[in-house]
């Protein structure tokens, strides 16, 4: 297939690339080199005859139209978005115009080519959100968000999301434009941006500085493993059924706390202080994020029994897999540091 993906540069994006260009598949990358973009993580395909990149902003429409019409792919993936909790408070303007107003004029550019070249069946808009905008769940270990779970975001960032998730389904029930929606659970792996929790601890811990967890660290994702979630996505372009969502989540549930302490203990073990000391005690709880959700847990049935689909890596291999990578690839993220509020605290004021 010829694949169109936006957000190509970044940490989800890249992955989806890498991997389809590996599989055989024509792969436009369409960025706008944000903040949290970096070409190096695509570096690995950028001479394929397969690749292309294309620098367009989603946000500017014409520009937008002009290149998705010329290069004219058989299905559009898209993952461009802002998507920092953090970032989202301080400024949600941003995360409304890239989220919401940025997907409209994806929606409106694939459905212009979609009509254009006959509105084939095989055309697929696959659109790539987060399991944030249901909400908050209760600890109880037997709930958990279902592709019929309402809505409920709690932040600018999840609130945008949703936003864009509705405009997808609209689009679909009012144009017929044939779509597909995924919601996955919190992301880590290799490239993952230095503001996220996991490269956060890796880079604070190798550096001796203290390890920030928000509030009192019991509040649990479900963690999937990057390259995981590239398959998961690639599996629901091919094999999904037209209109329909799947929540993609790692079966990997963790407090905040459990998953620093486990980043601890693989450091130790593979990069131990000159003192001799462990990392853990590095641990420094801070002020909690305003609005911060308690649980986010996915129940994967759908995809499993409808695609067949289950992540392949635990949370312990893909951590340790995960600090391997930093730990080798220090020319990746050293220049990062130096970014717009990297290494700074963010969105604590509410």
């Not at 946000?59 to 290149?67: G, K, N, Q, S, T």
């Not at 600890?139 to 968000?145: G, K, L």
Request: charged residues 20%; negative net charge; glycine residues 8%.
């Amino acid at each position: 297939m010829k694949l169109l993906v936006t957000g190509g540069a970044g940490f989800i994006g890249s992955a989806v690339v890498r991997l389809a260009v590996a599989r055989g598949h024509e792969v436009v990358n369409l960025d706008a080199l944000t903040y949290a973009a970096c070409l190096e993580n695509v570096a690995s395909v950028a001479t394929s005859p397969l690749y292309t990149f294309e620098q367009v902003d989603i946000r500017d429409a014409p520009a937008l139209e002009d290149c998705i019409a010329a290069h004219a792919p058989d299905a559009i993936m898209h993952l461009a978005a802002e998507s920092h909790v953090d970032r989202s408070i301080d400024g949600p303007g941003v995360f409304v115009e890239t989220n919401v107003m940025g997907t409209l004029n994806m929606l409106q550019s694939a459905r212009a080519l979609w009509e254009r070249t006959g509105r084939p069946d095989t055309f697929r808009f696959h659109h790539i959100s987060t399991d944030e905008v249901f909400g908050s769940l209760p600890a109880d270990p037997s709930v958990q968000f279902t592709e019929d779970t309402s809505y409920d975001p709690r932040s600018p960032y999840s609130a945008s999301k949703a936003g864009s998730d509705h405009l997808v389904r609209a689009w679909h029930q009012t144009y017929g434009l044939p779509i597909l929606l995924t919601n996955c659970s919190n992301n880590y792996g290799p490239y993952h941006f230095p503001e996220k929790l996991v490269p956060v601890i890796i880079l604070n811990a190798l550096a001796g500085k203290a390890l920030p967890i928000y509030g009192n660290g019991s509040n649990v994702r479900d963690w999937l493993y990057v390259e995981d979630h590239a398959d998961a996505l690639l599996c629901v372009l091919g094999k999904g059924a037209l209109g329909r969502s799947y929540n993609i989540g790692g079966e990997n549930e963790r407090t905040n706390l459990e998953l620093v302490q486990n980043l601890c203990a693989i450091l130790d073990r593979l990069c131990p202080q000159a003192n001799g000391g462990s990392y853990a005690d590095l641990i420094t709880f801070v002020t909690d994020r305003p609005g911060h959700d308690a649980r986010y847990a996915i129940d994967p049935a759908r995809i499993r029994a409808e695609l067949g689909w289950r992540p392949s890596v635990s949370v312990e291999e893909g951590l340790e897999k995960t600090v391997r990578w930093y730990l080798d690839n220090e020319d990746w993220w050293r220049p990062l540091q130096g970014r717009a509020g990297v290494g700074q605290r963010l969105g604590h004021k509410s």
